[in-house]
């Protein structure tokens, strides 16, 4: 299966909520939509499953025009955040309810159901009405129902926002696995960048209605296209600042200096971005390369596996992240080595440049 | 501020209960010192909420007495115990100005006008949402309202307790980033006595000086994040903190040595005399290695999460991760596993079981 979107637009009176947009979506691994809320996601969602109307463009599936097309007809299952079943029937009758609707034989829909509960270990509780269950198993329910209809596309929307923290892990663990294989275009929203690179496949990043950037997750990861991609996947944020390369000298903030190698130092001299990840900030020295920027220490945090630190430096504020326990002392000036190897550089228009 | 004392704590939603069962709180017994950061964590049902009722006073707990600064507030209700309290969705009255927001806790006690203007100025500042004032709270950001609604419960100073009920559940991470700091760093400046209650080991650990982990109506373990971290006291802690949590694996016993799977597996310290019968070998998946030689394993699984790379093994039945920095093998592949000895310990049915080695200390 194969779902085009050939320059969708979504409008809300004067405003596109969706801009311009074009995506391929394959089966065979999961598209991820990473965004922050108001970041276009459900929209997209929404446009794709039918359920709100183009302003312009074209959905195709497996190169039919599906755009005119209501939900029923697209053969699509949705499950969202809140998790939604029919309160008065069974686990069972639940999960079997579209198949009812689509008029499959009673044996047939008895072994679909029963597969679809084997896989989210819902077999003794398919008789049970949802109320008796707890929200994992109440959204298990849901998912077990978009399993069992072997639709054409599946839109996870956010599916594991309100489950406990563990929960969360256990099921996006075996997500992936459960769609393996079953032919589906897999759709999975999110707004948390370790969810997306947890669930590999595909990702496409939003923000303000617009994808700014798609590709295979870990890559797209690596090499955030722009700034604002660099921004979107990254948790915790980025670290941002702005350089001034002089010959072969990138010039930071005129704090720190360091030189530029491969395809940075082709560039010609002026002012750039440049953005590095907490975890290539660290207290201590890993390499000779390292790039020392001293700041003050504003909040500390530490987690047991990670220690974290806010310092203020130039006329930012900037995060390291690294493994294990480190001392921070708030309120005191603190060393930080920087890696130059894993900085990302962007031109004036906030395209990666190096 | 105060000393908050749970003494004898324990709580049924029955009138007549019957064991142990039919008790949402088993038994409590705690201190929290004045002015520190503290948290409940624990999976929905382990009883966080019912406790936070208990200290709020929306409950009276069927057996035992709360205490603050030593004095008996067991029967009083919410409004005479001067506490404040943040909730996971923010109240805030749309149709007032972030100003009156602010003030209207003090107000409403009858606080005078220039003290009012003095501390609103003063968190305004903190949250920094001073800008902001004017502004109607209807037309705010989701996670300016949460600011504005946990500006609300630091406004007054003398309270008892500040308590937040999973305060940026409903917050983007990259703004829970920023709330949480914030949140760290007034607790910092006001060292105000604060109670966070969360599922989200994240936000405990990174909020809290000390965190009460929390299972089926009992504490499991009280301490400082890395302590929680590097010696869980029970298998549940090891699970239930830490992403993906410690490795739990089944062994025996023979002669004060571990088995797994007829090999020894050297242990942090001696083990601990007692009965019982379940033993387990648990080590955090930061401190299983790929060597050369070691525990045969098979990879089933590698996720690539940026800054570190998870790799899901399996020996035969036994699932183990281990978290590398680089050179990841495929799927499929054969690895050895070692367990670094100073980090692996022996539980009893559930319970640590090893002495500390010298490392550990």
Redesign the interface.
């Known amino acids: 299966m194969t779902l085009d979107l050939r320059n969708v637009t979504k409008r809300v009176g004067a405003n596109l909520h969706i801009k311009e947009t074009s995506l391929t979506l394959e089966t065979g691994h999961f598209n991820v939509l990473l965004g922050e809320t108001g970041s276009g996601k459900t929209s997209l969602i929404k446009l794709m499953a039918g359920l709100d109307p183009l302003a312009s463009g074209q959905i195709l599936m497996d190169g039919e025009d599906v755009s005119k097309l209501n939900t029923q007809k697209r053969n699509i299952s949705l499950v969202h955040q809140f998790f939604i079943n029919y309160p008065h029937m069974t686990v069972f009758d639940n999960i079997a309810s579209p198949l009812k609707v689509a008029g499959m034989a009673k044996s047939e829909i008895q072994g679909r159901v029963e597969e679809a509960a084997d896989i989210l270990q819902l077999r003794p509780m398919l008789h049970r009405r949802p109320h008796e269950l707890s929200g994992g198993q109440q959204q298990r329910t849901a998912l077990a129902r978009a399993i069992a209809k072997e639709s054409r596309a599946v839109f996870l929307d956010e599916p594991l926002a309100n489950l406990d923290y563990k929960l969360r892990e256990e099921l996006r663990d075996q997500l992936p696995e459960l769609f393996a294989g079953r032919g589906a275009v897999v759709v999975y929203a999110t707004s948390e960048p370790e969810e997306a690179l947890l669930l590999g496949g595909m990702t496409a990043l939003m923000h303000d209605g617009h994808v700014t950037q798609f590709g295979p997750t870990a890559e797209i990861y690596r090499k955030p296209a722009n700034v604002i991609s660099a921004d979107v996947f990254s948790d915790p944020p980025i670290n941002i600042g702005e350089i001034t390369k002089q010959g072969n000298e990138a010039v930071l903030n005129g704090h720190a200096r360091w030189p530029l190698e491969g395809e940075a130092a082709a560039l010609p001299d002026g002012p750039y971005t440049v953005a590095i990840r907490p975890n290539r900030v660290l207290p201590r020295r890993t390499s000779t390369a390292n790039v020392r920027l001293t700041g003050t220490v504003l909040v500390t945090e530490l987690s047991g596996s990670e220690s974290s630190a806010h310092f203020h430096f130039g006329d930012r504020n900037w995060v390291s992240l690294s493994a294990g326990v480190f001392p921070f002392e708030v309120g005191q000036e603190q060393e930080f080595f920087m890696e130059p190897a894993h900085c990302h550089y962007f031109g004036a228009d906030g395209n990666r440049v190096a | 501020m105060a000393k908050i004392t749970l003494s004898n704590l324990r709580h049924s939603y029955y009138p007549d209960p019957k064991g142990p069962d039919d008790y949402a709180l088993k038994m409590i017994d705690l201190d929290w010192n004045d002015g520190g950061a503290y948290a409940l964590l624990g999976?929905?049902?382990c009883g966080k909420s019912t406790l936070l009722n208990i200290i709020s006073g929306l409950l009276v707990p069927s057996e035992g007495r709360i205490l603050f600064d030593d004095k008996d507030v067991t029967e009083l209700a919410p409004t005479e115990r001067n506490i404040a309290q943040v909730f996971q969705f923010p109240v805030i009255y749309d149709t007032m100005s972030v100003r009156d927001n602010l003030a209207f806790p003090l107000r409403n006690r009858g606080v005078d006008e220039t003290m009012v203007a003095r501390r609103v100025a003063e968190i305004a500042e903190m949250l920094e949402v001073t800008d902001i004032l004017d502004r109607k709270a209807a037309a705010l950001s989701?996670d300016n309202k949460q600011k504005v609604s946990m500006g609300r419960g630091l406004v007054r100073e003398n309270v008892n307790v500040v308590m937040f009920d999973e305060p940026l559940t409903v917050i983007?991470?990259?703004?829970k980033?920023k709330l949480?700091?914030k949140l760290?760093?007034l607790h910092?400046r006001v060292r105000a006595t604060m109670i966070y209650v969360t599922?989200?080991?994240?936000e405990a650990?990174?909020f809290a000086d000390q965190v009460v982990v929390m299972q089926d109506g009992e504490i499991v373990q009280i301490g400082t994040?890395?302590e929680?971290?590097?010696r869980p006291a029970h298998t549940f802690v090891g699970?239930?903190?830490?992403?993906?949590?410690m490795n739990i694996l089944p062994c025996e016993t023979q002669g004060g040595a571990a088995m797994f799977r007829g090999k020894q597996v050297a242990l942090e310290g001696e083990i601990v005399p007692g009965d019982g019968t379940r033993t387990e070998i648990g080590v955090?998946p930061?401190f299983v290695t790929l060597a050369e030689s070691g525990i045969e394993a098979v990879v089933r699984?590698i996720?690539?999460?940026?800054?570190?790379i998870v790799v899901e093994t399996l020996i035969g039945e036994d699932r183990v991760a281990a978290i590398v920095k680089e050179n990841a093998p495929e799927k499929g592949e054969t690895v050895h596993l070692n367990f670094r000895p100073d980090r692996t310990r022996l539980y009893r049915d559930g319970w640590l079981a090893t002495t500390a080695g010298e490392a550990a200390q």
Request: cysteine-free; overall charge negative; glycine content about 10%.
């Open positions: 999976p929905s049902g989701p983007d991470p990259h703004l980033w949480r700091s760290k760093e910092q599922h989200d080991q994240t650990l990174t994040p890395v929680l971290f590097e699970h239930f903190i830490g992403s993906p949590g955090r930061e699984k996720s690539d999460v940026g800054r570190h």
